[in-house]
């Protein structure tokens, strides 16, 4: 998996590097943003399921699991980790002109096409899960779902952590409400749900700040964004775990409300 997760990365930010050398000869690639091919390259190994998965073991209290669970995320992402770092430095070496693009927030993108696209990302997903036809709409509908929260939230409290925290829990909520009937398992539904608010470009951004000068002041800002990129994480198994957990406790709650006995 480690060199997996590094290869697939490089072959990304190579990608990326081949933009930097000059697309200018190119029409349909002027105006494309490296940072954003990277970012779009890497959201798809980031380790979304095994981070959701032990999450839940922990909070059912299976630490063992948890455990394993936790150190499987730790080397897919270092593997991500390497294969950027790789590339970047092949790139320095060969005198590439590095450089990170401004590109748009999510404020800029249209609230349909934010939809659209996040449900699209979900239902690539569930193809690549070789999820039956009539089964991806749920896909698409919680990729729609946790934009709009996410979205919401953010336009309420403009703070990106709390509003993913939501969006997490939004996700796990319908997750563990329509599985039974979806007939799919609620992890492969959460997983899918997530994928839009993965920190890929968060985290392109801090490894890319690593490898500058610090007169340039990238190292300064790159603990900030790979701390930034690692609470996201934190906020989406917490997030979906509790919205899970939440829907399951009342459900059981209710179970043993109409089984106890009256007089």
């Known amino acids: 998996m480690f060199f997996t997760q590094a290869g697939g990365s490089a072959i ?68 991500i980790v390497v294969g950027i770092m790789s590339a970047l430095w092949v790139g320095i070496v060969a005198g590439v002109p590095l450089y990170l693009t401004d590109v748009g927030g999510r404020v800029g993108v249209p609230l349909w096409l934010g939809l659209l696209a996040a449900g699209l990302m979900a239902l690539a997903i569930g193809v690549g899960a070789h999820v039956r036809p009539r089964g991806l709409l749920p896909f698409f509908g919680l990729g729609a779902l946790a934009w709009l929260v996410h979205a919401g939230a953010l336009a309420l409290f403009d703070e990106r952590i709390p509003a993913t925290a939501l969006a997490a829990i939004a996700v796990g909520a319908v997750a563990q409400l329509g599985h039974a009937r979806w007939r799919m398992p609620v992890v492969a539904l959460i997983t899918a749900g997530i994928i839009p608010l993965l920190p890929g470009l968060t985290l392109y951004r801090g490894l890319y700040g690593l490898l500058q000068d610090v007169e340039d002041g990238g190292r300064v800002a790159a603990p900030g964004m790979l701390l930034t990129a690692l609470m996201v994480g934190v906020a989406l198994a917490v997030g979906t775990s509790l919205g899970s957990q939440v829907v399951r406790g009342g459900r059981l709650a209710a179970w043993t409300t109409s089984r106890a006995p009256r007089s």
């Open 12 to 79: 990304a930010t190579l990608a990326a590097l081949g933009l930097m050398v000059g697309n200018d000869g190119v029409p349909l690639l002027q105006g494309v943003s490296p940072s954003l091919v990277v970012a779009s390259g890497i959201v798809s190994l980031l380790t979304g399921l095994s981070l959701v998965a032990s999450s839940r073991d922990a909070l059912d209290g299976f630490h063992v699991t948890a455990a394993a669970g936790l150190l499987e995320v730790v080397v897919a992402t270092g593997g």
